[in-house]
């Protein structure tokens, strides 16, 4: 089992950057898969950008390309997502997740991660 913890999360302003990082309780974090998903109020969850266990290939959903990046730290078990340009409709909760089966894939799709975090809340004022 893995615990993960996310953080950074708050209010900003349209245009404005936020920085969350998620941190793993163990150190086979190494050979996750990771990702950000995100879920605003009344919506599903959806894919946000993902990550292979060595850092080589990511993955971003097309509305944020360009505006966002993620990125991590295999020393620290972490996993980061830099957000810049952010706009209203960014606003939801933000979980990582890690994908313990298939290291190499930047997945999509929800039910491919093993392992969620409780979130942070994300909101984006106008």
Known sequence: QVQLVESGGGLVQAGGSLRLSCVASRRTFSTYGMAWFRQAP???REFVAAITSNGDST??????KGRFTISR????NSVY???NS???EDTAVYYCAADRDRPWATSSFTNEYDYWGPGTQVTVSS
Do not use: S
Request: hydrophobic content about 35%.
């Open 73 to 76: 730290d295999n020393a620290r």
């Open 81 to 83: 997502l830099q957000m």
């Open 42 to 44: 009344g919506k599903e």
């Open 59 to 64: 993955a971003y959903e097309d509305l944020v």
């Open 86 to 88: 952010l706009k209203p």
